[in-house]
């Protein structure tokens, strides 16, 4: 069975203060890992995709890492608007309805 | 939520009544998936389509039925509501192949 730990549940930053985001995984076999952003009441929207270890993604002040057990996201210089939930998940290859299992996400608030 | 639409946003539902709610796309994807969030279980899926009249069961499934009978609509119907079905609804869409994108959600309260 696929499964999605996210740490940490939520996290609270300083403007300019910069920190990561872990999501450790256990899949058999790898298609994808994802990364979301969810705004309260609002759906997640898509950030990233990694497909193998050593791969890296970068949005503005985000940076998306992978290695064989986890991923991190990585905030440089957040600001408040960065404030959100951030959502991991990961695709098995063997999946025929490209599925993905969730992790519970961590809260980030970035206060001014 | 580019071309992905939920009807209705905010539903209240009375225990035992049939609820549908819908998912439309403008995208023509493939793949259409229904979700639930609930605090401390995440994101759950509960129904996937893999095209027109192809439909299959996610993790929770139980009390929940699909129907797609066009590509640009997906209907997820409560047989009969019950409160452990409160809950915020998306749908997601998919292309052939990996990432998928959410619709802004639909709030259903069954009291």
């Known amino acids: 069975e696929d499964q999605v730990t996210q740490s940490p549940e939520a996290l609270r930053l300083q403007e300019g203060e910069s920190s990561s985001l872990n999501c450790s995984y256990t899949v058999s076999g790898l298609r994808g890992l994802f990364w979301y952003r969810q705004d309260p009441g609002k759906g997640p929207e898509f950030l990233f995709t990694?497909?193998?270890a050593g791969e890296e993604k970068e949005k503005e002040r985000l940076k998306a890492t992978l290695t064989k057990k986890e991923s991190f996201l990585h905030i440089t210089a957040p600001k408040p608007e960065d404030s959100a939930t951030y959502l991991c998940a990961v695709q098995a290859k063997d999946n025929a309805g490209n599925m993905l299992t969730f992790g519970g996400g961590t809260r980030l608030m970035v206060k001014p | 939520d580019a071309g992905i639409t939920q009807s209705p946003r905010h539903k209240v539902t009375e225990t035992g009544t049939p609820v549908t709610l819908r998912c439309h796309q403008t995208e023509n994807h493939r793949y259409m998936y229904w979700y639930r969030q609930d605090p401390g279980h995440g994101l759950r899926l509960i129904h996937y389509s893999y095209g027109v009249k192809d439909t299959d069961k996610g993790e929770v499934s139980d009390g929940y039925s699909v129907s797609r009978s066009k590509t640009e609509d997906f209907l997820l119907t409560l047989e009969s509501a019950t409160s452990s079905q409160t809950s915020v609804y998306f749908c997601a869409i998919s292309a052939v192949v990996n990432e998928q994108f959410f619709g802004p959600g639909t709030r259903l309260t069954v009291l």
């Open positions: 990694l497909y193998s």
